[in-house]
């Protein structure tokens, strides 16, 4: 089996270090996911970049950690489940029982948020090849054409992220393990 480091400042490729310095400042940690994701400094650029991206869409703080808890869960992606949950919880302040429905794909007690998570769900499983009445749900949700779009980029940088994870086996980072994930389905 191939082992991938998780890089500190210190073992980080020299390109990788400014973006996990300052990883470090806004977290007060590195997100062991993203010290993985510095073994290719343009990877980790761009993850970055992706992630600013989103932050600035039109969705609320809540409502993106809903798509990333979505498809973290349609993704079995043990990391950024616990990662999210904790986020969603302690950053965007949502609702703990929003948090456990998503983790559980149960409904959503909050329609809006369900047609989210559900519309996010459909989209990472069915690889984007949603059903015109599943688009349709969402908009009559009261979402617009453009956060459609912007789901698609939370779907991206997500499928991006757990994906990282999958392959590198990241160990969760202390500040995440009381949100600690287990997939429903087998894992490899």
């Known amino acids: 089996m191939t082992n991938f480091t998780v890089h500190t400042l210190e073992t980080a490729p020299a390109g990788s270090r400014p973006m996990l310095e300052g990883l470090k400042k806004a977290f007060g940690f590195v997100p062991n ?67 456990a429905a998503a983790r559980e794909r149960e409904p959503l007690p909050d329609a809006k948020l369900d047609a989210l998570v559900s519309f996010t769900r459909k989209i990472a499983e069915q690889r984007g090849f949603v059903a015109p009445a599943d688009l349709a749900a969402f908009l009559n949700a009261g979402y617009s054409k453009a956060q459609v779009i912007e789901v698609l980029l939370g779907v991206g940088m997500k499928t991006f992220n757990n994906y990282v994870d999958h392959i590198a086996r990241v160990p969760l980072n202390d500040q995440f393990k009381a949100e600690a994930w287990q997939p429903k389905r087998k894992v490899a």
């Open 33 to 99: 996911l993203y010290a993985a994701i510095a073994e290719s400094p343009a990877a980790l650029q761009g993850a970055l970049a992706i992630g600013e991206a989103f932050s600035k869409s039109t969705l609320s703080p809540v409502e993106q950690q809903l798509v990333a808890l979505a498809v973290s869960e349609a993704n079995d992606c043990q990391f950024c489940m616990a990662a999210h949950s904790t986020i969603a919880k302690h950053l965007a302040k949502a609702d703990p029982a929003l948090v």
